[in-house]
């Protein structure tokens, strides 16, 4: 995959925080950001940095994982539902496939997605962790 210096910049905003958007017609929230919103059809919408936690919902392990990403395997993904009820699909991070329940309590990080072996570009994203209890 190659990717610019430029395009990680111009994206950097959505690829280093949890962002959705809010239709300020009817106050409904979605994830990933929409340019209107998909409910009333309102253009009247706003970019909202989205809660860091949630609690994995269901999820599913994938063994057979595209070249770039076979050191990673296996990858975990899971659809995390946000404290404020809104729901997306991330990987999950610092946890086995074993480890991983329905209900367990996660939160946003930032990890390292991939690399860019020609431009050297390092592309980090949003994953979810569990959370610790201290």
């Not at 063994?63 to 999950?92: C, D, H, K, W």
């Not at 329905?102 to 959370?131: H, N, Q, S």
């Amino acid at each position: 995959m190659r990717i610019s210096p430029a395009r990680v910049w111009r994206e950097r905003s959505s690829r280093y925080r949890l962002e959705g958007t809010k239709c300020r017609s009817c106050g409904r929230v979605f994830y990933p950001p929409k340019p209107m919103c998909p409910v009333c059809g309102s253009r009247d919408v706003v970019r909202i940095e989205l809660p860091q936690r949630g609690r994995v919902i269901t999820w599913t392990v994938q063994y057979t994982v595209p070249t770039g990403y076979r050191a990673r395997a296996p990858l975990i993904l899971a659809i995390i539902e946000l404290e404020n009820g809104v729901r997306v699909l991330s990987a999950l991070t610092d946890v086995s496939p074993d480890e991983v329940s329905e209900g367990m309590e996660v939160e946003a990080t930032l990890r390292r997605l991939w690399e860019d072996g020609e431009e050297g570009v390092i592309v980090y994203g949003i994953k979810f962790a569990p959370v610790t209890k201290h």
